[in-house]
């Protein structure tokens, strides 16, 4: 009798952290979109970079609860570490891939040190700060970075020594989206694992978290390196894809645009930051076909009637006008 | 050396006057206002189209900038920033930041991307060099000095003295306390928020000149604003007074100094010292 109620409870917990039918289904079509629409191959490819992003971003706001305006930081990062790397050391975009990441970890968890303390302001004026520090540096040392004309002249290596990026996209549409695929992967498992728990332990309450003994800003520390190594890959499969990498990786917009990703996905949820860019990218394409100069101004008018109407009642439009 | 620092104290005075109303708005309702820069762009180019279109003259332009926009943060605060207040620190980022973007956009549309110029009246052109050239103060500097260390004194008076002043006091230390002792907390907040905009306002009419007025105003100097902010602590004017003092030296003394630097020592400077006081530089004993 115990062991079956105990086996039940185990499977119940377990359940969030099963892989379902859909989700397969989902993923298979994401796979098959740049083979059955050969002419969006690079919007697919564009899609699937922002997700990683919007993934990244999640997994700091959503899953740990720190607000940050800076999130481009990790982007940028990680993008001119992955040019700089393919143009003077090799164009291998694996290799390079896995260097961007390794270095934007490094600046994830030395970035980390600075989240840990103060209040929200606090928080978002130094991730903000951060960014705004990467893009003085990567505006000023020019010989490194060729300033404000961007990072040119990049070439990358045929993935696996075998596929060559084409014209159309295909490739790097595929390439990236297995990145992502991979991150999700990691991330999916996770964020259901204990430490995973104890992350959003610390995001719900930080004292009653402390007191049950998780050491908070360990923590904190491993979410954000974390976060950073997946911004920092989005990053350099921007960089790869596209052969070029410039200072706008570090604006302030790239922060806000991926911010508005998540929340209209649903932060604290995986597949929000997936849904979310998607939903974005076609938007942005719609909006930006009909007025390219003030797209900005639908943006900021739907982010300001998304927050009036309520982020979590967006979805479900006949809640709208009940209070 | 000696007008780099006068100049550094004008540019400081100045993002005082832009930023105080943010600093007491956070301070009172701890709403995390991105937008604040909106007012300031607004009562900028009003000025402008106050003085190009209708010929008015530049000094009676200043108080028809702080009505206006102080008018308009009060509709605003009514009509949409007051259900912001119980809402999370995320959501206020994301519904002020779209109301910056907005207003960018809509006056990229009506006023053109271009950068404004400012036609000052002549009284207020040139410059005084006295000490052998030491210390050359532009006139206009001067009188943005006067004008804002008056506003100053004048705020610090209504602060300290007033009946308005201690209830402000009183509710930004704990607003639930004072609205027990029958004070009106909501009308002191959109009394302290019309004027705070109004501030603003004043602030951009009077800095379109030295700032720069185009389009992308409000985001390029809610950092700036941000900055006054969170190192001069959310308790006080003297906090956010002093800071706005540090800022404005420390960014025209880099600039002068290290051109190649350019704004990379105020934010190492910001990031630096909010890694060694969290809750800003000059935080009050017993305040919250």
Redesign the interface.
Known sequence: MQAESHQRLQSSLLQPARWKWAEFLFWGLVFLAPWFLPSHALMVNEMAIVALFALSLDLVLGYAGIVSLGHAAFLGFGAYSAALFAKHIMPDPLVGLCFAMVTTSCLGALCALTILRGSDLTRLMVTLGMALILLELANKLDWLTGGSDGLQGVLMGPLLGRFEFDLMGQTAATYSLTILFTSFFFVRHWVHSPLGATVKAVRDNRLRAMAIGINVNARLAVVYGAAACLAGAAGALMAQTTGFASLDVFALDRSADVMLMLVIGGVGWLYGGVLGAVAFKLMHDVIAGITPQYWTFWIGLFLVVLVLVGRERLLKPWTWWRS | MLTILFDGIAYGMLLFILAVGLSVT?GLMNF?NLAHGAFAMAGGYLTVVLMQRFGVPFLICLPLAFLATGFLGAIMERS?YR??YA?P???Q???S??????????I??FMGSQQQIMQLPDMLKGRTEIWDGALGMGHYRLFIIAICAALTLALQYVLAKTTFGSRLRASVDDSRVAAGLGINVNSVFAITFAVGSGLAGLGGALGAEVLGLDPTFP?KFM?YF??V??VGGTSSITGPLLAALLLGIADVAGKYYVP?????IV??L??LI??WR??GLFVRKGGH
């Open positions: 956070m995390i949409l259900p912001m809402k620190h995320l959501d980022v994301l519904f930041i779209g109301l910056a973007f907005m207003s960018v956009s809509a990229d549309y985001l950092v941000l900055i902010v969170a190649k630097l350019g704004a990379f934010y190492s910001m990031l909010l890694l969290p809750q």
